[in-house]
């Protein structure tokens, strides 16, 4: 059995192993939504997929048909009665294309799900084998990437964020494809298509546009340009459909979300984090346990100023320009740009975090098999913990929630942080491998 193939089985056993040890203790104790991972894999395949962002999308739609297009959606639904409707109104036409065909919304959500996490699996698969060949490893025989192949779609179903995100319906599993897409088109010089992806990704969650200033200080000009078409061509379709008032308002209600956050436990990132610590003072206002769809948190100047900080130093390592030359170096520089747009928001929901699977997939390949200093060890088991802390979920966290203890419920973000941290190091090392 070559090398690969006994890691990723060596990681999936691992990981299963795990999960089944939390479900066992969970049950054991009578904790309740206890579902692991492999709970929402089988959901997938065999209960209904849920409509988390369509709803609101259809809702806010629907509110914009019926006022003849004279209504301001955020102002009126988000600032004024608290839904949350946080998308761009771009995002909307997806939900006109569907209401304008008469499209079964269970049919669409359930057919895309599928559609998107095969397409991820499937780019993750294209990365894991192109890599692994630049990397002139022991050659593979088609039955062993066929393995391969078949191992990572394994541990992708056994990956919590992504799956929770399938089971909600969410357009998060776009995003996902999307990326791992991005980043087989970006190691392989499809940087044209890489930007095309990275534009759609933008046109839905607009903090990936930070990857224009990214590449603007590169010097990636067919990325960029790429990107900008994109984008403008679903802002001037948008803007033809739902006026530049609504965006201007949308503006309004992004402000809004910075200044507010969400504190649920579910928010994993530092806006979260300090909203968490906020509830234990005051556990009403800063909710932490309990989900409440028309509801955010009071505007905390502490917070409000602890999110700014973070996420400037988030975004200035995730864009400053890095001096190594080597292959490892400018994969990584792309990777933390992904991550680093993610743990930068003031809400990061856990299924957001599906982009983490196809990083750690090419942080794994590069301290395994590839020319890194980082190569040792005590880096290896750094990946592993954060890889099986990412992919599971603990529920007993939630009786640390009436307490200053109450960080560990952000496992998920720490574990994002530790990666952040792999890929810092990787981005900044002397380049030594460069198969081109």
């Not at 809004?256 to 969400?262: A, I, K, P």
Request: hydrophobic fraction near 50%; aromatic fraction near 16%.
């Amino acid at each position: 059995m070559k090398p690969i193939v006994k890691q990723l089985l060596f990681l999936f056993l691992l990981n299963l192993a795990l999960s089944f040890l939390i479900k066992g203790i969970t049950n054991h104790y009578g904790i309740q939504n206890n579902k692991m991972a492999l709970d929402h894999a089988v959901w997938i395949f065999t209960d209904e997929i849920g409509d988390d962002s369509w709803r609101p999308m259809k809702l806010a739609f629907d509110h914009w048909t019926e006022s003849q297009g004279q209504s301001l959606l955020y102002t009126d639904l988000l600032l004024t009665h608290r839904v949350k409707f946080q998308y761009p109104p771009t995002a909307l036409l997806l939900t006109q294309f569907i209401e304008t065909n008469n499209i079964y919304l269970l049919n669409f959500t359930t057919a895309t799900t599928f559609t998107f996490l095969f397409l991820m699996i499937a780019s993750v698969i294209g990365t894991t084998l192109y890599t692994y060949r630049d990397y002139k490893a022991i050659e593979l025989s088609t039955v062993e990437k066929v393995i391969v192949g078949l191992l990572l779609m394994f541990l992708l179903f056994t990956f919590y964020p992504a799956v929770k995100a399938g089971t909600l319906g969410q357009i998060q599993v776009w995003l996902n494809a999307f990326f791992a897409l991005a980043i087989l088109c970006y190691i392989t010089g499809y940087e044209v298509v890489a930007g095309i992806l990275l534009g759609l990704m933008a046109s839905v969650k607009p903090q990936y546009a930070l990857f224009i200033v990214w590449g603007l200080f590169r010097g990636n000009k067919r990325l960029v340009i790429a990107m900008i078409v994109t984008g403008a061509l679903g802002l001037l379709l948008g803007i033809r459909e739902f006026g530049f008032a609504m965006y201007l308002d949308y503006l309004r209600g992004l402000s809004f979300l910075t200044q507010h956050g969400e504190s649920y436990y579910s928010n994993q990132s530092f806006n979260g984090l300090a909203g968490r610590l906020f509830s234990v003072r005051y556990p009403d206002a800063f909710n932490n346990l309990n989900w409440r769809g028309y509801y955010f948190p009071p505007f905390s100047k502490s917070i409000f100023l602890f999110t700014q900080i973070t996420t400037i130093a988030i975004l200035i390592v995730a864009i400053i320009k890095t001096k190594g030359q080597g292959a490892e170096s400018k994969i990584a520089d792309f990777l933390l740009m992904g991550l680093g747009a993610t743990l930068a928001s003031p809400i990061a929901w856990e299924h957001h975090y599906g982009i983490l699977f196809p990083i750690f997939v090419c942080v794994w390949l590069i301290l395994w098999f590839g020319d890194t200093p980082l190569k040792n060890k005590w880096a290896k088991i750094a990946f592993v913990a954060c890889y099986l802390i990412a992919a599971n979920i603990f529920p007993f966290t939630k009786y640390l929630a009436d307490s200053y203890l109450n960080i560990m419920q952000s496992y998920l973000f720490f574990a994002a942080c530790g990666i952040f941290a792999l890929l810092v190091v990787i981005k900044h090392q002397p380049g030594a491998f460069n198969p081109h």
